[in-house]
């Protein structure tokens, strides 16, 4: 078994106006029993394994990893390690604030094990993040990094986020422009993922910002905000190899790249979602429900044949590169250009998708319109 781990901690300094996540602030005095918790779940998942699993890559998502004890990180971290092998140069992801970084924990970050640091940057320009209620500014983002590069850190991803309240083409590009000057600054900014503010229903930002709000750029903006995204990454040296994801070479996520390629990984903690022996499942999302009771799902849902194969289609074909078709058909043992030859006939007639060396990909077209070309295969 070749498989990720995810482990979700959910404690925030504050919670964004955006986030739909299970991510609850004021909660931090309660992580030593929190972190217990989620050692007695590995403990009690993972002992019933026959065959001893291989990971390539832990992720310590959240709310703000960033924001706990290095020691309960280093406890959760150390009850995994007992029941798992692990690849030579498996990738140990932490997210973060910026204004969570010191020294001393970026240093005992790397002593646990950490080499990937995941930095939530989400716009260089104050105004921005104080509209979708961010608690840091673009001072505290840029010392993040900096604290973080000398540290001893080589490998940083920065998310950013566009289609923001009062954002502009320009305040976009500027964004990017100065995310740019500090990757020629900090070297070790090997990744940026940016992604579009997607409105939960409940969302504190739509009290102030309701979704007709003149705030919010328009649809033709947002594309605009796109095309200006990949054309500087592009420049600067950052391939895109995903819709919303860029790297320099030879820096990639490992974990996030087995999600897109329809990889099994675990997931331990408050709302965690596995895939694991053809089921899917999620723990409890409410705090509370998961300290009482951490080995039960929320939900559950076996992964029949024809579900997989509509996730693989719609998760590869997020990737730039698209579909290897041979390797498809190894897998799931279906030759795509016979299943779907109508679909793509009209696809590529229309100039959404290509097929080129052996594999389908999404054209540059069809990256701007993904969902509905996806959508044509699900």
């Keep these: 078994m070749i498989l990720s781990a995810y482990i979700h901690i959910p404690f925030c300094s504050q919670k964004c106006d955006f986030c739909d996540f299970a991510a609850y602030a004021g909660l931090l005095p309660l992580e030593d029993q929190y972190c217990q918790v989620v050692c007695e779940e590995i403990n009690k998942r993972l002992e019933q394994l026959d065959t001893k699993p291989t990971l390539t890559s832990i992720f310590y998502g959240g709310g703000t990893p960033g924001l706990v004890k290095p020691a309960n990180l280093a406890k959760i971290?150390?009850?995994?390690?007992?029941?798992?092998?692990?690849?030579?140069?498996?990738?140990?992801?932490?997210?973060?604030?910026?204004?969570?970084?010191?020294?001393?924990?970026a240093q005992e970050w790397l002593e646990?094990?950490?080499n990937r640091l995941s930095i939530g940057v989400e716009s260089l320009q104050d105004e921005?993040?104080?509209?979708?209620?961010?608690?840091?500014?673009?001072?505290?983002?840029?010392?993040?990094?900096?604290?973080?590069?000398q540290a001893g850190f080589s490998n940083?991803?920065?998310?950013?986020?566009?289609?923001?309240?009062?954002?502009?083409?320009?305040?976009?590009?500027?964004?990017?422009?100065?995310?740019?000057?500090?990757?020629?600054?900090?070297?070790?900014?090997?990744?940026?993922?940016?992604?579009?503010?997607?409105?939960?229903?409940?969302?504190?930002?739509?009290?102030?910002?309701?979704?007709?709000?003149?705030?919010?750029?328009?649809?033709?903006?947002v594309v605009k905000m796109y095309e200006i995204l990949v054309d500087l990454l592009g420049q600067a040296g950052f391939k895109q190899y995903e819709i919303a994801?860029?790297?320099?070479?030879?820096?990639?996520?490992?974990?996030?790249l087995n999600y897109w390629n329809n990889g099994e990984y675990f997931a331990f903690g408050v709302g965690a979602h596995r895939y694991f022996n053809g089921c899917r499942s999620s723990n409890w999302r409410s705090f509370n429900k998961y300290i009482e009771d951490p080995f039960g799902n929320e939900t559950s849902e076996f992964i029949d044949q024809t579900t997989r194969l509509n996730e693989a289609m719609m998760l590869g074909l997020r990737k730039i590169d698209g579909i290897d078709l041979a390797a498809f058909k190894d897998d799931y043992g279906i030759n795509i250009l016979e299943k779907y030859a109508a679909k793509i006939d009209k696809l590529k007639t229309g100039g959404f998708v290509r097929l080129l060396k052996g594999k389908l990909s999404l054209s540059d077209k069809g990256i701007l319109v993904s969902n509905s070309v996806i959508a044509e295969f699900i």
């Design 77 to 105: 971290h150390n009850t995994l390690l007992g029941y798992v092998s692990c690849v030579d140069d498996m990738e140990v992801n932490l997210e973060t604030t910026p204004h969570a970084i010191t020294k001393a924990k």
């Design 112 to 114: 646990i094990g950490i």
């Design 128 to 149: 921005e993040l104080q509209a979708i209620g961010r608690d840091h500014n673009c001072h505290q983002a840029v010392n993040g990094i900096k604290i973080a590069c």
């Design 156 to 221: 940083i991803n920065c998310d950013l986020m566009y289609g923001l309240p009062g954002q502009d083409l320009d305040s976009w590009r500027k964004s990017i422009q100065d995310l740019i000057l500090l990757a020629c600054e900090y070297q070790q900014i090997k990744h940026v993922s940016a992604y579009a503010l997607e409105l939960a229903h409940h969302s504190p930002l739509l009290m102030r910002f309701p979704k007709d709000s003149k705030a919010y750029p328009p649809e033709s903006e």
């Design 245 to 256: 994801n860029f790297s320099q070479s030879g820096f990639q996520s490992i974990h996030n």
